[in-house]
């Protein structure tokens, strides 16, 4: 019985060690982790500072209102040719198109018939004068025939400018560019009637474009002529061009209820025609709460941040 007893006495102290081992090792643990999880965890203080205000659009590169220039033929006839396309680059002087004038044969004949008359007049003019001079007739006929004289130059020079426009002779019309620029639209073809109203086509002063902003209405009376702007296109986000607002329309869109805002970019030689960007406008500076921005938590489409409460 004694031996039994001695037996259980050490079985039972054997247990009741390693439930104490395993307690303080659990214990241990636990003590570690939280340890661990304070390492882990830090907290910041929200810092209070001016943070700039802006809207956000989107806009393209367009002529500005005086840097389009219209091509029109100086007399009506038939397009012969265009020589140039869309988004071409043309020099002063550079040949556009040419346009053919149907009635050059009559021009021409014009010509000649007052070639001859004015001859004729200017021989009775002289003539007329030269017996006004002995008294021989009364001042009255020599001034009509100076009048009818000086009608006949002058529609002998006009005839000749037209055709001094149509190319001379033959009728062709050389339409050349007046500015260095670059071909905005063609609004003409091959064989297309025009006359002196026709725009045949339009060229843009690259000195003279604008990024205009389509901006939501609501967003509108924040904005103000001389508002900093900044643009970037996408496959050059690091690349910020800078710009100030130099006008707003007065205009809504009634489809997308958007309305223009022009800006004048300072660095222009890099935009082209029709470039699309990515814009903000600055408003103004508000005082905002500032947080790192690895303390934000991102889920369900939200960001979240944890505050420690006393």
Known sequence: MKGVSISRIFLYAAILTSLVLFSCNEESKSSDNEKNTKKQIQTVEVVYQEVPDYIEA??????DKDGTVKITSKLPGIVQSINVQVGDYVKKGQVLAS????DTTDLYSQKVALSVQLSQAERIYKLKKELY????IPKAELMDAETNYNVLKAQLKGIEEKMKLLG????LSVITSPINGIVYQINSHVGDSVDQTTEILSLVNPNKIMVVAL??????FKLKEGDDVDFSIDLFQDKKFQGVVKYISDVVDPDTKKIKVFIEPKEKEALK?????????YTGKRTHGVIPQKALIYKDGKFYVYVEEN
């Open 58 to 63: 989107t806009g393209l590169v367009q002529p």
């Open 99 to 102: 346009v053919k004038a149907p």
């Open 133 to 136: 001079e002995v008294g021989a």
């Open 168 to 171: 001379g002779t033959l009728g």
């Open 215 to 220: 901006v939501q209405d609501k967003d509108v």
């Open 273 to 281: 025609i029709n470039m699309f960007f990515n814009i903000r406008i």
